[in-house]
């Protein structure tokens, strides 16, 4: 494959390759690490890429916003605005479960004094 | 004609309510929730007759159904909510007693919003609003299993988030990748364009979704939170947790399996997930010593034997599948509630320390019986008929597989009849020790066991009462065709 070639395929994949390699970064950090302020970053990345999987899945590259405005614009050049509803929402969902998740953290340091999920294992199966 | 959108929109904004006439009166704000589904339950019975006929469709904003946000309240949506509205009323009359401590107009707040959430989910018809609706729910019970501050409760409700969180965004992935493939969220349409599809690629999203909703409806090996989350919360938050919260996740997977991808050679792999969940969880809960974690394991069981019933998607046994969800509700909310005033008075969660209860607690220890003989599936309780339904559709079906599977099934509740047996025995034929606490739960606490118990009854002498629901609601879930067509046409 020449230079060309790659170019043109990273073009049109780029945005999934980086969504799906934070994704999957988020879910190694939370499945490998045992820390929980450590497993909070990991999904805050999770949640990012989801959100650029999300926004690149109605993306068009130097398209524009589907206003009516100037009768020239075409459908093919116009960005899809409903992904970019979801990411809104899903921007919010995700900030209040990391608000939530950083103050249980709190609580849990003030009960325990530790924050690795290791050592804290009172309930069992 | 009562409009369903209602009632999402009267809790929801009882709920911002809430603070607000806290500034007034700390008192009022206790009677908020019980107004709020006390209503939804006036409109959900309302409602039956009209959904019965044909699903009534609400298209938010007014456009046409691909475009834009629609309700369905068809016979499943109008009987899942009526089951949350009445264990939801019911729940916040004893709530009215047994939180007095901790930061009470959140609790209020967070009840009536978990409840909004799950009954949004069960009448949206779209996808990603279903998402929302049960981000809603999720966060909700988050902060309510916490809500006592404990180190238990922390530490529950940390190991929940993180999990419920994952599988939330194992969802969100899901939605992504099926907006992607069919440029859709409504999900009459999506069955539409999936079923004309030939491409195997559907199957991610497939697993994406039914993995991330999975979480919160405690399959087998996706539950590691309940049993610490269920345990912990308060009485009250546990018996809507195992009555509503995992119901409600299993109709969101029961949705997305049935009514939009319907796939239906993935029935068998279910069917089997669903007896697995079922010993694992009773078996779990027999060596139990602790009683709220008891009953969270029976919970899991419970939910195995009803994704068992559920994916022999037969007409017989998704009746069935969704008679043991009203059992379940009933019985495990009135378990929950018995054994919340049980605690108190005891002081303690042990089983042993429940000795005497039958003279201690009359009424209460009665409650408890009688909701553990229906969830064991006793006549003339509600388990018995809804537990024989499944058993006769599974024997219906007249291969050596299923009947072995069933066999299996009566084993787990023979092992389930074992525990709460042991604990029955405790209660009443066991000598009280000295100078324990006779007083017997407060009338306030007390209504609310009553009022399940007579329902337990009444459903289980006279099941024709929710056949005819069940019936239509049980042939929305098999012809998706019916969904499709009421939805887009």
Same mark, same amino acid.
């Not at chain 2, 010993?279 to 029976?298: D, H, P, T, V």
């Given at each position: 494959?020449?230079?060309?070639?790659?170019?043109?395929?990273?073009?049109?994949?780029?945005?999934?390759?980086?969504?799906?390699?934070?994704?999957?970064?988020?879910? &190694?950090?939370? $499945?490998?690490?045992?820390?929980?302020?450590?497993?909070?970053?990991?999904?805050?990345?999770?949640?990012?890429?989801?959100?650029?999987?999300?926004?690149?899945?109605?993306?068009?590259?130097?398209?524009?916003?589907?206003?009516? *405005?100037?009768?020239?614009?075409?459908?093919?050049?116009?960005?899809?605005?409903?992904?970019?509803?979801?990411?809104?929402?899903?921007?919010?969902?995700?900030?209040?479960?990391?608000?939530?998740?950083?103050?249980?953290?709190?609580?849990?340091?003030?009960?325990?004094?530790?924050?690795?999920?290791?050592?804290? #294992?009172?309930? #069992?199966? | 004609?009562?409009?369903?959108?209602? $009632?999402?929109?009267?809790?929801?904004?009882?709920?911002?309510?809430?603070?607000?006439?806290?500034?007034?009166?700390?008192? @009022?704000?206790?009677?908020?929730?019980?107004?709020?589904?006390?209503?939804?339950?006036?409109? *959900?019975?309302?409602?039956?007759?009209?959904?019965?006929?044909?699903?009534?469709?609400?298209?938010?904003?007014?456009?046409?159904? +691909?475009?834009?946000?629609?309700?369905?309240?068809?016979?499943?949506?109008?009987?899942?909510?009526?089951?949350?509205?009445?264990?939801?009323?019911?729940?916040?009359?004893?709530?009215?007693?047994?939180?007095?401590?901790?930061?009470?107009?959140?609790?209020?707040?967070?009840? &009536?919003?978990?409840?909004?959430?799950?009954?949004?989910?069960?009448?949206?018809?779209?996808?990603?609003?279903?998402?929302?609706?049960?981000?809603?729910?999720?966060?909700?019970?988050?902060?309510?299993?916490?809500?006592?501050?404990?180190?238990?409760?922390?530490?529950?409700?940390?190991?929940?988030?993180?999990?419920?969180?994952?599988?939330?965004?194992?969802?969100?992935?899901?939605?992504?990748?099926?907006?992607?493939?069919?440029?859709?969220?409504?999900?009459?349409?999506?069955?539409?364009?999936?079923?004309?599809?030939?491409?195997?690629?559907?199957?991610?999203?497939?697993?994406? @979704?039914?993995?991330?909703?999975?979480?919160?409806?405690?399959?087998?090996?996706?539950?590691?939170?309940?049993?610490?989350?269920?345990?912990?919360?308060?009485?009250?938050?546990?018996?809507?947790?195992?009555?509503?919260?995992?119901?409600?996740?299993?109709?969101?997977?029961?949705?997305? @399996?049935?009514?939009?991808?319907?796939?239906?050679?993935?029935?068998?792999?279910?069917?089997?997930?669903?007896?697995?969940?079922?010993?694992?969880?009773?078996?779990?809960?027999?060596?139990?010593?602790?009683?709220?974690?008891?009953?969270?394991? *029976?919970?899991?069981?419970?939910?195995?034997?009803?994704?068992?019933?559920?994916?022999?998607?037969?007409?017989?046994?998704?009746?069935?599948?969704?008679?043991?969800?009203?059992?379940?509700?009933?019985?495990?909310?009135?378990?929950?509630?018995?054994?919340?005033?049980?605690?108190? #008075? *005891?002081?303690?969660?042990?089983?042993?320390?429940?000795?005497?209860?039958?003279? #201690?607690? +009359?009424?209460?220890?009665?409650?408890?019986?009688?909701?553990?003989?229906? $969830?064991?599936?006793?006549?003339?309780?509600?388990?018995? +008929?809804?537990?024989?339904?499944?058993?006769?559709?599974?024997?219906?079906?007249?291969?050596?597989?299923?009947?072995?599977?069933?066999?299996?099934?009566?084993?787990?509740?023979?092992?389930?009849?074992?525990?709460?047996?042991?604990?029955?025995?405790?209660?009443?034929?066991?000598?009280?020790?000295?100078?324990?606490?006779?007083?017997?739960?407060?009338?306030?606490?007390?209504?609310?066991?009553?009022?399940?118990?007579?329902?337990?009854?009444?459903?289980?002498?006279?099941?024709?009462?929710?056949?005819?629901?069940?019936?239509?609601?049980?042939?929305?879930?098999?012809?998706?065709?019916?969904?499709?067509?009421?939805?887009?046409?």
């Amino acid at each position: 494959m020449n230079i060309p070639h790659i170019i043109s395929f990273l073009q049109g994949t780029i945005y999934y390759i980086g969504a799906f390699g934070l994704i999957f970064i988020g879910l &190694l950090i939370m $499945l490998l690490k045992s820390n929980l302020i450590k497993m909070i970053i990991g999904l805050n990345i999770l949640d990012t890429g989801v959100n650029l999987l999300l926004i690149s899945v109605g993306y068009i590259s130097k398209g524009t916003a589907p206003v009516f *405005s100037n009768p020239a614009l075409e459908n093919q050049t116009m960005v899809d605005p409903v992904p970019q509803a979801l990411v809104l929402t899903a921007i919010v969902i995700g900030v209040s479960v990391l608000a939530l998740a950083l103050s249980l953290a709190i609580r849990l340091y003030h009960h325990y004094g530790v924050l690795d999920l290791r050592e804290i #294992r009172e309930q #069992r199966w | 004609m009562v409009n369903p959108v209602l $009632l999402i929109a009267v809790p929801l904004g009882l709920t911002f309510a809430v603070p607000l006439f806290g500034l007034i009166s700390k008192k @009022i704000i206790k009677f908020f929730p019980i107004a709020a589904f006390l209503f939804n339950l006036i409109i *959900s019975l309302l409602l039956i007759p009209t959904a019965l006929e044909s699903p009534v469709i609400v298209k938010i904003g007014g456009f046409p159904p +691909p475009f834009c946000i629609n309700l369905v309240a068809g016979p499943v949506g109008v009987l899942f909510s009526t089951i949350i509205a009445l264990a939801g009323f019911l729940v916040a009359i004893y709530s009215l007693v047994y939180i007095k401590e901790g930061p009470q107009e959140k609790y209020h707040i967070l009840y &009536l919003l978990l409840l909004t959430g799950a009954t949004g989910v069960v009448m949206t018809g779209d996808i990603f609003n279903l998402f929302v609706f049960f981000e809603i729910l999720c966060i909700s019970s988050y902060a309510l299993v916490a809500y006592m501050g404990d180190r238990s409760g922390i530490e529950s409700a940390v190991k929940y988030l993180i999990q419920g969180a994952l599988g939330s965004s194992l969802l969100l992935i899901g939605i992504g990748l099926l907006y992607g493939l069919f440029g859709s969220l409504n999900m009459a349409d999506l069955a539409n364009q999936i079923q004309s599809t030939s491409s195997n690629f559907v199957f991610i999203p497939l697993f994406l @979704i039914v993995t991330g909703l999975g979480v919160e409806a405690a399959i087998f090996p996706l539950n590691a939170w309940l049993p610490d989350a269920h345990s912990s919360a308060p009485s009250s938050i546990s018996a809507i947790l195992s009555g509503i919260a995992i119901e409600v996740g299993l109709y969101a997977v029961v949705r997305i @399996i049935f009514t939009v991808f319907g796939i239906t050679n993935f029935y068998i792999f279910f069917v089997f997930l669903g007896v697995l969940t079922l010993l694992i969880g009773e078996m779990s809960a027999f060596s139990q010593n602790n009683i709220k974690r008891m009953l969270a394991y *029976s919970s899991i069981g419970q939910i195995g034997f009803i994704v068992f019933a559920i994916a022999i998607a037969t007409s017989d046994a998704v009746t069935g599948g969704l008679f043991q969800m009203i059992s379940h509700t009933l019985s495990k909310g009135l378990l929950f509630l018995a054994a919340g005033y049980m605690i108190i #008075r *005891s002081g303690s969660m042990e089983i042993s320390s429940l000795e005497g209860m039958g003279k #201690r607690m +009359p009424l209460t220890s009665l409650a408890f019986t009688i909701g553990a003989f229906s $969830l064991v599936g006793l006549p003339p309780f509600v388990g018995f +008929p809804s537990k024989l339904l499944i058993i006769k559709s599974a024997l219906a079906k007249e291969e050596i597989l299923f009947t072995l599977l069933i066999g299996i099934a009566l084993l787990a509740t023979v092992i389930e009849g074992t525990y709460f047996f042991r604990v029955i025995q405790v209660i009443y034929f066991k000598e009280e020790k000295e100078g324990s606490n006779r007083q017997d739960a407060p009338a306030a606490a007390l209504i609310p066991m009553f009022l399940f118990m007579i329902l337990i009854i009444v459903i289980g002498i006279y099941p024709k009462i929710v056949t005819g629901i069940l019936n239509s609601a049980a042939s929305e879930f098999l012809n998706k065709m019916d969904y499709i067509r009421s939805v887009l046409l």
